[in-house]
């Protein structure tokens, strides 16, 4: 197939799958996502994904209506049937339906269940990335994989009307993350990236990007930095499931980074030795 989703039971093209109007999506964005890219139609990182799904939903009173075993059997079902061995996968659940009301008890007594697979591919790490900066108006639950995603849809637009790849957010000076990806910058041969906190998501490729920089003695320091400090790094970069490690070269139309080329070289083949690793087939 090219492309299969999944919602509550029914599968098909995703062009024909049909959500009922009083899914609590419709309304509220009452609901929790995740998403991993497939190398070789397997799903990377597919156990930390899972975890961070489930993981957030709780934080907001949702119970994933199967048990992860279950939800992981069912992805990796949809994977295979799907043509392309690299893809998008996307999992999301919501309250349920029921009628609209503010309150959860109005939701139905079974949270719903969506997930679909299509093609994709992952940004290339053999180029460089431009960005723009804007103050970061979101909310103060970052930390939550929502699908209210709004506020990242303006930024994402803003950064096309630019003619950039990605849109790095601040709160005053503090810089916190991406429209849809973690920023991190190099500094003195060491990785420095923002704590997880509730003004960040917590990625799960920055978490593997931070794993390896401390295997390869890359002194790591999770700790706020400045807008300024993100304009004079040695190298920026950006991390999401489907930008592995993405250098940045202009911000503001600014040139930035450039610095520490050999560096950032080590950390990109660790990442793409990890994919290769992770879905080598026997």
Known sequence: MENIAYYNGVTGPIEQMMVPMNDRACFFGDGVYDAMFTWNHVPMAMDDHLARFYRSAKKVDIEVPVPVDELRALVLS???????PTAMVYVQVTRGIGPRGHAYRFAGERASLWAFVRPDVLDPMDRDYRC?????????????????????????????????????????ERVTECAHSNVHILKDGALRTAPCDHLILPGITRAHRIAQCRQMGIPVIEEPFT????????????TSCSALCCRVREIDGRPVGGQDPE?????????????LEETRQA
Not at 135 to 157: G, W
């Open 78 to 84: 949809l994977v295979s049937r799907v043509d392309s």
């Open 132 to 172: 723009i900066t804007m103050e970061d108006t979101r909310f103060l639950h970052c930390d939550i994989k929502t699908i209210n995603l709004l506020p990242s849809v303006i930024y994402a637009q803003r950064a096309e009307e630019h003619g950039c790849d990605e849109t790095i957010l601040h709160r005053g």
């Open 227 to 238: 807008v300024a400090e993100l304009m004079d790094a040695d190298e920026v970069f950006f």
């Open 263 to 275: 560096l950032i070289a080590r950390i990109q083949r660790a990442a793409w030795d990890e994919v």
